[in-house]
């Protein structure tokens, strides 16, 4: 019954699927633990460990799981950045770029964009950067009403695209500190 809605969760990318790994994990260190180092339970439970430990590293990522800042309501504090995307229709919209780690994004829109297509992000919040594309690599809609979240990688191509990628995620990273410090007012 457990593995069943283990599977589930993850089948479906539900985030329940971090607490039922933090239950596994820690089920799998007391059995190990406390179980005879000699026995192979021991070591199939240790190894049963590590993929989990590697499977959670890999699904640690804003193409599966974006972090969402649900809890803030002020746009002022939220950890977002506006962006200008260039459709493939050649439609040029406004969407946020909400959650950045490991050369991928959450990009949030209002349009549909199919699962495959490439993006390009022209602008970011005034910032005069190179443009970077966006492979989109998943789709969801968390809410009715609300933008859709597409998973996607960024396509990086020469050092200098890589260097324009690592300065922005640093204005991204500092974007996320002082909107904190603003909101609990450290100056």
Known sequence: WFYHLYYQTLKELYYTYWSFSLFMIAYFLFTVISG???????????????????????????????IVSWWEYDFRYR?????????????EVEGRLTDIRKEAACLCLFDDVRVGEEVLITSIDGLS?????????????TLFGRPLDYGGKFLLGDSDERKDF??????????????????????
């Open 36 to 66: 005879d180092l000699s026995s192979s339970v021991f070591y199939l439970r240790f190894i049963g460990l590590l993929f989990l430990a590697a499977q959670m590293w890999i699904l640690y990522n804003p193409i599966y799981y974006p």
């Open 79 to 91: 950890d977002d950045v506006k962006v200008m995307v260039k459709l493939p229709n050649e439609k």
């Open 129 to 141: 950067l190179r443009k970077f594309r966006l492979k989109i690599m998943s789709k969801r809609q």
């Open 166 to 187: 690592n300065q922005f995620y640093d204005f991204w990273k500092n974007d996320r500190k002082d909107k904190m410090r603003l909101k609990f007012g450290a100056q």
